[in-house]
Nanobody, 118 residues
Framework: QVHLVESGGGLVQAGGSLRLSCAAS????????MRWFRQAPGKEREFVAS????????FDADSVKGRFTISRDNAKNTVYLQMNSLKPEDTAVYYC???????????WGQGTQVIVSS
């Protein structure tokens, strides 16, 4: 059973930075794609960024391109989301997700709150 724990959220001023972490446990993640989503109040959950555990290839949403960077640490089974040049519209609960397209395993973390003040 995959288990995800996010951390690193908090309150930051516009223009500042935060690094979110997602610690994964319970399985070998070789065939998983790790993804970050976010959900702002009153809005639907939206995709932020993804990374394939096998080869490290990444994909970012247009809204965060050039500001956010997703990465992974194989030794620690942890995925990171480095967020720079934060804007008030980045305020949301950020969720980590592990998805396996072969066995359709789809696991979510509990979320971590990010608040960007103007």
């Amino acid at each position: 059973q995959v288990h995800l724990v996010e951390s690193g959220g908090g309150l930051v001023q516009a223009g500042g930075s935060l690094r979110l972490s997602c610690a994964a446990s319970g399985r070998t993640f070789r065939y998983y794609t790790m993804r970050w989503f976010r959900q702002a109040p009153g809005k639907e959950r939206e995709f932020v960024a993804s990374i394939r555990w096998s080869d490290g290839s990444t994909f970012d949403a247009d809204s965060v391109k050039g500001r956010f960077t997703i990465s992974r640490d194989n030794a620690k089974n942890t995925v990171y989301l480095q967020m720079n040049s934060l804007k008030p519209e980045d305020t949301a609960v950020y969720y980590c997700n592990a998805y396996n397209m072969y066995n359709l395993d789809d696991v979510w973390g509990q979320g971590t709150q990010v608040i960007v003040s103007s």
